[in-house]
């Protein structure tokens, strides 16, 4: 069984960085593809980054080129690095495991089959 356990989240203001963790247990970071995705207050839920068994990285528009995923497989932990965080970005944000290694990093959270709890994170203007 895999077991993604997520930390980091916080309240900041905008502006400022956040570096979420996800700690995975059950299966090595080397198999797989691994994703972040958030759902902010009264909506659903939204794919935000992910990374591939040979580190392909795909990332949502909004995020790209200020969020970035990274996995230390010494650790087996998957991080997401915030930077320019805004209120937008306010979210609970929860990591995910597609037991497939693919290719190619999916956005639909229907193709994910471990989910941690998610940590919240809320960014003040």
């Known amino acids: 069984q895999v077991e993604l356990v997520e930390s980091g989240g916080g309240l900041v203001q905008a502006g400022d960085s956040l570096r979420l963790s996800c700690a995975v247990s059950?299966?090595?970071?080397?198999?797989?593809?691994w994703a972040w995705f958030r759902q902010p207050p009264g909506k659903e839920r939204y794919f935000v980054a992910g990374i591939t068994s040979s580190t392909i990285t795909k990332y949502a528009p909004s995020v790209q080129g200020r969020f970035t995923i990274a996995r230390d497989v010494a650790r087996n932990t998957m991080y997401l690095q915030m930077d320019s965080l805004t209120s937008e970005d306010t979210a609970v944000y929860f990591c995910?495991?597609?037991?497939?290694?693919?290719?190619?990093?999916?956005?639909?959270?229907?193709?994910?089959?471990?989910w941690g709890q998610g940590t919240q994170v809320t960014v003040s203007s």
């Open positions: 995910a495991a597609d037991r497939y290694s693919h290719n190619y990093v999916s956005a639909s959270d229907r193709d994910y089959d471990f």
């Open positions: 059950g299966r090595t970071l080397k198999t797989y593809t």
